[in-house]
């Protein structure tokens, strides 16, 4: 298995592009969820997915997108980037949405925004 | 708001030494998991603990949850070079689904 994936690795973009951040998981994981990881803030929330077709939005989800069309990708949608979002995106899957279930995250995507 | 505190922030220690890095909360939590990263990796999972003063060894590592499930610690005994890395806290409480409260982290080097 490969577990979680993430492309790209590394991204540059200019204020006011659009892209996507792709994640995967072979896990038949019914929850997946993007964090993004800032230097002495910790990892933060973006938005979350119990199942396909079902998402909800996190802690900071403002900027961002999500779409779960099946249980295996839960792609991230930057909208129009900006500065402030220069950050490493992680994407994470559990079996379950619980809150004891253990969480697997991808390897990362690394995004400035200039 | 930030949640969970952990402390220090930073711990540099000499091999062979223990240390202890504290996640301190005024709020109860139904979980408590503590993760490790490396440097370009994504979080891996050490444990969970859920019962209030639950006590969990893994090797040299010793996970223990308050009895009040507001606080935990991570005591490492004889450090080594491979302990080096970002330790984080999350917690997570019954209802919120999947979606953990994380810590800002303890950064560990561990010096040959």
């Known amino acids: 298995n490969a577990g979680v994936t993430q492309t790209p690795k590394f991204q540059v973009l200019k204020t006011g592009q659009s892209m996507t951040l792709q994640c995967a998981q072979d896990m038949n994981h019914e929850y997946m969820s993007w964090y993004r990881q800032d230097p002495g803030m910790g990892l933060r929330l973006i938005h979350y997915?119990?199942?396909?077709?079902?998402?909800d939005q996190g802690e900071v989800p403002n900027g961002y997108n999500v779409s779960r069309s099946t249980t295996e990708d839960f792609p991230l949608r930057l909208l129009s980037a900006a500065p402030s979002q220069t950050s490493v995106y992680f994407c994470?899957?559990?079996?379950?949405?619980?809150?004891?279930?253990?969480?697997?995250f991808g390897p990362g995507t690394r995004l400035t925004v200039l | 708001t930030q949640l969970l505190e952990q402390s220090p922030q930073f711990l540099s220690i000499q091999e062979g030494e223990n240390l202890t890095v504290y996640c301190n909360s005024s709020?109860?939590?139904?979980?408590l998991q503590w993760y490790r990263q490396e440097p370009g990796e994504g979080p891996v999972l050490l444990v969970t603990?859920?019962?209030?003063?639950e006590v969990k060894k893994l090797k040299r590592l010793t996970f223990q949850f308050g009895d009040a499930r507001k606080d935990s610690s991570l005591h490492i005994t004889a450090a080594q070079p491979g302990d080096t890395g970002l330790y984080l806290c999350a917690g997570g409480r019954r209802g919120s689904q999947g979606n953990l409260i994380f810590g800002k982290g303890t950064k560990l080097s561990v010096k040959p």
């Open positions: 709020s109860v939590f139904s979980s």
């Open positions: 997915s119990v199942g396909a077709g079902i998402t």
């Open positions: 994470a899957s559990s079996y379950l949405a619980a809150f004891t279930d253990t969480q697997y």
């Open positions: 603990v859920v019962t209030g003063g």
